[in-house]
């Protein structure tokens, strides 16, 4: 790779300065910065529904979530990664001057056809490395389908739940999602992956530089 080819890396302090006045958001893995496309309405009515529904299940709780406006940050051996999950619920929460949370005990994607490869594979891996993270909730937005990583002991057990009346328990944070309650108002489609998103398929290098420049 020529240095032409190369990504223009970013400290984490440049990221999170340019991310304060920034127009979209952008995630930061290792030093690269990848910028976030837009999603679709059906995709948003599945993330406020799953918002809601958790905010409702905890309210008057000492576990409280946030939505999709905090971001992450994981430690890990090449540096720090931040990620915009979908929404979080957090015990132990940091300052409230900070814009973003270290100790998760829950995390909540909802899939979109350029994000499903990667909330699989590059995010489950860092989410589940993080020591507080409890549950990690993956929603598909086109069926009534979830996934669940739910921590026992050192390891983690996927659980599958797709009935539109199945229930997501959550007994470390003594609640029960509803199905039901996630899908409200969902418009179905026969299958759950649709066309690629050109925007993701650029790639870190593309992502970074439309960043560096404050495109």
């Not at 240095?3 to 304060?20: G, I, N, Q």
Request: hydrophobic fraction near 35%; aromatic fraction near 10%; include cysteine.
């Amino acid at each position: 790779m020529n240095s032409a080819e190369k990504p223009d890396f970013a400290s984490v302090e440049e990221y999170l300065t340019a991310e304060s006045t920034s127009l979209c958001k952008h995630e930061y893995i290792d030093g690269w910065v990848r910028a976030m496309t837009g999603a679709t309405n059906r995709h948003n009515q599945v993330v406020c529904n799953a918002t809601f529904t958790l905010f409702a299940a905890l309210r008057n709780q000492p576990c409280k979530p946030y939505n999709s406006d905090t971001k992450v940050r994981i430690k890990t051996q090449q540096g720090f990664r931040f990620y915009y999950p979908d929404a979080q619920v957090v015990c132990d929460p940091n300052p409230s001057s900070d814009v973003f949370q270290d100790s998760p005990v829950m995390i909540v994607e909802v899939l979109s056809p350029s994000t499903r490869l990667y909330d699989f594979d590059e995010k489950m891996a860092s989410y589940l490395s993080i020591p507080s993270l409890q549950y990690y909730l993956i929603l598909e937005q086109h069926q009534p389908h979830a996934t669940l990583m739910l921590k026992l002991g050192v390891s983690f057990l996927r659980q599958i739940i797709e009935r539109i009346d199945g229930k997501i328990d959550l007994p470390l944070l003594g609640c029960t999602l509803l199905m039901s309650e996630i899908y409200e108002g969902v418009e179905f489609t026969p299958t759950c992956v649709q066309e690629p998103d050109l925007e993701h398929e650029l790639g870190p290098e593309s992502a970074t530089s439309k960043w560096r420049l404050g495109l």
